[in-house]
């Protein structure tokens, strides 16, 4: 149960005064919560942070009231001028003008085409009122026009006067979510501190309560910023939250029996003998690894992390037929249906040889084929079931699932993770978790903490490097006319279409836009494929591109995941600058397979920020995966959110702030400190970080909790 001191904090927006259902659904957009559950409550709106604040500290008398100076001062309504009306007219292009007067002076308050009647109930003659604007000069007169804010003596008795500024959505207005915030403030608790005394001290941080309001009410403009003591206080409570929980996990995994799987090696034998290629240095190396994961009597949970290319897919088999060779039946998951046929096609010759039986089953399988395929699961009679999230459905179950395959797990959720393995009966499914963004140090700890880690740091033999170059969209010609010449070589292109985060159809309609543009430079074999396809409809153009049959493929960042056509060797990525470094590098890794020397071509609009010209320099430079990931957090943890839509890192509420792996390193420390001391959580600082979990909704640990 959460503890009842945080429950205020979970319940739903729509109880807040103002907030009907036309609002909650705005703000369920506007709230940024990992995950798919969507239902907006409180705690998701007070981890919605400023981007700015609006100094209204200015307070002068209206005589001292100077152009252009935004100011907030009291005064008395004195007149009312408006426009007069013919008929049922209620809005004229003649100005409104309310007059106003202090003991200092008289100024106006201009509206155009607003409703007089509204204008005069909020300012009756004769009462007090508070006004925040900006004065302009008119015709040698002060006037302001549209103030900011008309409040009463009460509503400016609540309102900041270093008032935050909410990056908003279409349709709702700051003052709105300005409303929903005050009432938000008395909600935050004070809670026990969970964070080390001297540790705070040391950083100069103020306890939770004192930082979480410090960021919704600023008292200085510097509170709201990424590297202020308040936001790396909560930056520091996400990460121990999240590390802790982790480590419980993973303590309690480890304590847990799993299957020992000692296959005999006859299908492994037949495998190896029938690759055309000899196993590179670290596939040899992450499979010893993991066989004897699988040897042992604890439950395997590892990740396999390799760029691409560099050879997951044959590992995924090898151990897969290690467990097969024993009898068990293995799942292996991909994020997409491509890549699930893709999985079943490149694997199908070689399970062949070595017997075994293949099954595929994604979201296509319908009626009488999925009907069929679930029976021959059940009778064991498939081996091995390639697959999508349509695993997961309760009807499909296995005769003896003993070993989970997840690919590219950073698009499969931790409930999945657990379907998944509850179909595996009491002993649970050995599971690896294969990766082809090179995640860094720090965030293994964060995002990984559970897993052992196997690495593939080879390329495999052949490999070779791609030319990378950085041109501005002014050139484009320049690079269509380069892009004839390889074409009539027998060259084959990707040309990735720029990722809009806020709106896939703007993102459609720039694909067929370049696609259209495209087929008027080159001919008819132009190929488009995007994510508002059908999936059969992508697969015939996936397929007509991967035969050779069309020089150009058009594509949505759909392709960014594993897709193998190794003639292709040109990448053209527009709007560059638009993407993450991850998404970036796993772009170009789609060219540099085959024979052709490759080339990619980092296509950006001027003018570039800093950090996008920091990427697309990294870019330039390097080839080296775990490199890409490590300045990809350095520039990230500068505050820098694009591109996260698919980057997977979409975990931190918080946390993205500057100096972030020193923190996520600190804490580390830390979880090793409070496991030591105090294994159970039962001190009042065990306690309070109990609380902690909770408030962070670290769902694993506080199932554990239950059980527990
Ligand atoms: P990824 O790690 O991106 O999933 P794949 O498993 O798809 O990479 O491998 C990419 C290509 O490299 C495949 O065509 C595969 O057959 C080939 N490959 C895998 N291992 C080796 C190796 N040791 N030597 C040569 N080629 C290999
Ligand atoms: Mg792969």
């Given amino acids: 149960m959460r503890p009842s001191i945080l429950q205020p904090l979970f319940s739903d927006v729509d109880t807040l005064k ?104 909020q300012m009756p003659i004769g009462e007090i009122r508070y006004i925040s604007g900006r004065p302009e000069l008119y015709a040698d007169k002060l006037q302001i026009p549209h103030p900011d804010h008309i409040l009463t003596k009460e509503e400016f008795d609540n309102f900041p006067p270093l008032e935050p500024v909410y990056p908003l959505t279409q349709g709702l207005t700051s003052k709105t979510l300005q409303k929903a915030m005050s009432q938000l403030m008395p909600l935050i608790p004070a809670l026990d501190e969970w964070q080390n005394a001297e540790w705070l001290k040391k950083n100069n941080w103020p306890d939770f309560q004192t930082a979480l309001k410090s960021i919704h009410r600023p008292n200085e403009i510097e509170d709201i910023s990424a590297s202020s003591p308040a936001r790396q206080r909560l930056a520091y409570d996400e990460l121990l939250a999240k590390q802790l929980s982790l480590a419980l996990v993973r303590r309690e995994l480890r304590a847990k029996k799993g299957r020992s799987i000692k296959g005999t090696g006859a299908m492994r034998e ?11 240095g670290s596939q040899s190396m992450a499979l010893s690894e993991i066989y004897a994961d699988l040897e042992s009597e604890n439950r395997m949970l590892r990740l396999l992390q390799g760029d691409v290319g560099s050879g997951k897919t044959i590992v995924a088999l090898l151990t897969a037929a290690a467990a097969i060779e024993n009898g068990h039946q293995v799942a292996l998951m991909a994020p997409t249906e491509v890549l699930a046929r893709q999985h079943l096609e490149s694997l199908e010759e070689l ?36 697959g999508t999230h349509a695993l997961f459905q309760s009807d499909v179950l296995f005769k003896e699932l003993a070993f989970a395959i997840i690919d590219e797990q950073h698009r499969f959720g931790v409930e999945q993770r657990l379907a998944l393995q509850a179909k595996a009966g009491p002993l649970g499914a050995e599971l690896l978790v294969m990766t082809a963004t090179p995640i860094p140090r720090t965030l293994l700890m964060t995002n990984y903490g559970d897993m052992d880690v196997s690495k593939l740091t080879e390329k495999p033999a052949g490999r070779k490097p791609v030319t990378s170059r950085v041109i501005p969209i002014e050139r484009l ?7 004839k010449r390889a074409i009539q070589e027998g060259a084959q292109a990707y040309w990735v279409c720029p990722l809009v985060e806020t709106s896939e159809k703007i993102e459609l309609a720039a694909a067929e836009e370049r696609h259209a543009h495209l087929k008027q430079l080159f001919g008819d074999k132009i190929g488009l494929v995007h994510g508002q396809m059908k999936g059969e409809d992508k697969d015939k153009v996936m397929a007509q591109f991967a035969s050779g049959h069309l020089p150009i493929l058009v594509a949505t960042t759909v392709i960014e995941v594993g897709v193998n056509v190794p003639n292709a060797s040109i990448m053209v990525i527009e709007h560059s600058e638009r993407f993450g470094l991850s998404q970036l590098h796993q772009l170009r890794g789609r ?16 003018p570039l920020g800093a950090t996008a010209k920091a990427r697309l320099e990294t870019m330039r430079s390097t080839e ?81 909790f239950r059980a527990g």
Avoid at 60 to 89: Q, W
Avoid at 271 to 277: D, Q
Avoid at 477 to 483: K, N
Avoid at 591 to 606: D, K, P
């Fill in 270 to 280: 037949k495998i190896i003998n029938a690759l055309p290629f000899s196993l590179t």
């Fill in 18 to 121: 103002g907030i009907g259902p036309r609002l909650r659904t705005l703000l369920t957009k506007l709230i940024d919560r990992p995950g798919e559950v969507k239902d907006p409550r409180k705690i998701d709106l007070l981890w919605h942070f400023p981007s700015g604040v609006v100094d209204r500290r200015n307070r002068p008398k209206i005589n001292d009231l100077k152009p252009g100076e935004l100011a907030t001062f009291d005064a008395t309504v004195l007149a009312h001028k408006g426009p007069k009306f013919k008929g049922k007219a209620r809005f004229s292009n003649a100005p409104y003008r309310v007059k106003l007067e202090d003991s200092t002076g008289e100024i106006d308050l201009v509206f155009f085409r607003i409703d007089p009647r509204y204008i005069e109930r």
């Fill in 591 to 606: 060219v540099g397979r085959g024979e052709r020397q490759s080339s990619c071509i980092f296509l950006y609009s001027s």
């Fill in 624 to 704: 080296d995966g775990f490199v890409i990931a490590e300045e990809d957090l350095k520039l990230r943890g500068g505050g820098e959110m694009l591109g996260r839509r698919q980057s997977g890192e979409r975990d931190f509420r918080v946390a993205n702030v500057p100096g972030m792996q020193e923190l996520i390193t600190a804490a580390n420390d830390d979880v090793k400190l409070i496991l030591h001391s105090d294994p159970d959580l039962t001190s009042d600082r065990g306690r309070a970080l109990r609380k902690l979990i909770y408030l962070f909704e670290c769902d694993e640990a506080i199932k554990l």
């Fill in 477 to 483: 010609e320049e690079v269509m006319s380069g892009l």
């Fill in 351 to 386: 399970a062949g040889k070595a017997g075994i039986r293949l099954g595929l089953l994604t979201g296509r399988e319908k009626g009488k084929v999925r009907k069929q395929i679930l029976l021959a699961l059940k009778e064991g009679l498939i081996d091995c079931l390639i």
